[in-house]
């Protein structure tokens, strides 16, 4: 693997560090999830990168500092070494996480070696409060019974828990009763994934931008009350929707909801908010590195070039990050620097990564369609 031969400093700037790296280690998996970004396959891809590839990596990754490391997949447990590039991760003094399927590979004692293996956190995804619901989703009967044991097996021997949840017109009715149902298993954080149309995720399946508001909604109350933290995957509006909420509340008198979230484990919480490249790179199976594993756009390979110079000073992470090219109602947007609309959408939708966020219902002050909107950009009111 390719080293940084730059002279930077790793500071806490998302221009030169990632609060998250996140590695497809695999894009094989044994679930056929109708969503799914990685358009998984049972088989494993030859081109994947090799243990030695993968240890290379990871020691490259500290370069970044101490980022947050997660292993995901497909299924991370298709791959024999998982615990491996675990250990070796944990010992490179990275808080790292996996995020296995819930298939008969992820059997009890599996668990108890990713455990061993020192995981900081597991995620597991949880689609529906009913086998129905997520089963359907999975593609895989049995599926909710066992991601059910998975989470109650967790909790009793205490690895911290990420509940994944991707909302969909098919899930949505059940949004409530599926926050009801993780508060049970005790998680650390809820994962709020807003579906992004790539890999079988159609754009047929998405929720409408007023049903988002209407999720953010319940998003925001139940940050109050949960005993985990929420946070939104692909809709960094939710920062725009939670700072509208909180103004209101001070202006009324009532205490706000927290900013970044009040419930603390070994990972803790990026200190502002993240989005695609800005805090958070992905690597592919082949070591393609994308500004998301929801925007397929390359940076370039690992096998090349170092990681850290690829987030830092490659066109594409520049160009992502910089706000001032956002386009239409983002680039107005007094929002924009807590914001900036999914990337990843954008690209799914309009095939630009910097035009608007297609699903989101703010209009900012002042903005007029078809202008770029900087001259119409105003000043925030959070
Ligand atoms: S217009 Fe864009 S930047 Fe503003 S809140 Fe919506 S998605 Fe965020």
Not at 22 to 38: G, K, N, P, Y
Not at 120 to 139: E, I, K, N, Q
Not at 353 to 360: L, Y
């Given at each position: 693997m390719i080293k940084s031969t730059r002279n930077e400093k790793p500071n806490i700037g998302f221009?030169?560090?990632?609060?998250?790296?996140?590695?497809?280690?695999?894009?094989?998996?044994?679930?056929?999830?109708?969503?799914?970004?990685?358009?998984?396959?049972?088989?494993?891809?030859?081109?994947?990168?090799?243990?030695?590839?993968?240890?290379?990596?990871?020691?490259?990754?500290?370069?970044?500092?101490?980022?947050l490391l997660v292993l995901t997949g497909g299924d991370p447990l298709k791959r024999e070494d998982i615990y491996e590039l675990i250990t070796c991760g944990v010992e490179k003094g990275l808080r790292t996480t996996v995020s296995p399927s819930v298939t008969p590979l992820l059997t009890d004692g599996s668990i108890l070696k990713l455990k061993k293996a020192g995981i900081?956190?597991?995620?597991?995804?949880?689609?529906?409060?009913?086998?129905?619901?997520?089963?359907?989703?999975?593609?895989v009967h049995g599926s909710f019974r066992r991601t059910v044991e998975v989470l109650s097996l967790c909790a009793l021997e205490g690895i911290p828990i990420q509940i994944n949840t991707t909302v969909t017109k098919y899930n949505i009715g059940d949004f409530d009763s599926i926050a009801k149902l993780i508060s049970g298993f005790s998680p650390v954080l809820w994962s709020v994934f807003f579906l992004v149309p790539t890999g079988r995720g159609r754009a047929a399946d998405s929720v409408s931008a007023l049903e988002y508001e209407e999720a953010f909604a319940k998003m925001y109350e139940l940050s109050k009350v949960m005993p985990y933290d929420i946070k939104s995957t692909e809709a960094p509006h939710y920062r725009r929707f939670a700072a509208q909420a909180r103004v209101r509340e001070s202006r009324a008198g009532k205490r706000p909801a927290a900013a970044y979230g009040g419930k603390r484990d070994a990972i803790g919480r990026a200190p502002r908010g993240i989005n695609d490249g800005k805090g958070f790179v992905f690597v592919s199976h082949t070591g393609e590195v994308y500004p998301s594993g929801f925007l397929p756009l390359s940076g370039g390979n690992v096998k090349n070039e170092s990681i850290v110079d690829i987030y830092r000073y490659s066109p594409l992470f520049r160009e992502i990050r910089d706000y001032d090219r956002l386009k239409g109602k983002c680039g107005a947007c007094e929002f924009k620097n807590i914001c900036g609309g999914s990337r990843a959408r954008a690209?799914?939708?309009?095939?630009?990564?910097?035009?608007?966020?297609?699903?989101?219902?703010?209009?900012?002050?002042?903005?007029?369609?078809?202008?770029?909107?900087r001259e119409s950009a105003c000043e925030a009111e959070i």
């Open positions: 221009d030169l560090c990632p609060f998250i790296v996140i590695w497809e280690v695999t894009q094989s998996c044994d679930l056929a999830c109708l969503h799914c970004r990685a358009d998984a396959r049972t088989c494993r891809d030859p081109r994947e990168l090799t243990t030695y590839q993968g240890r290379g990596l990871i020691d490259d990754i500290t370069g970044f500092g101490s980022p900081s956190r597991m995620a597991v995804s949880l689609d529906g409060s009913t086998p129905l619901v997520h089963d359907s989703f999975r593609g690209y799914a939708l309009t095939g630009d990564c910097m035009e608007s966020e297609p699903f989101c219902v703010y209009v900012p002050k002042g903005y007029e369609a078809g202008t770029s909107g």
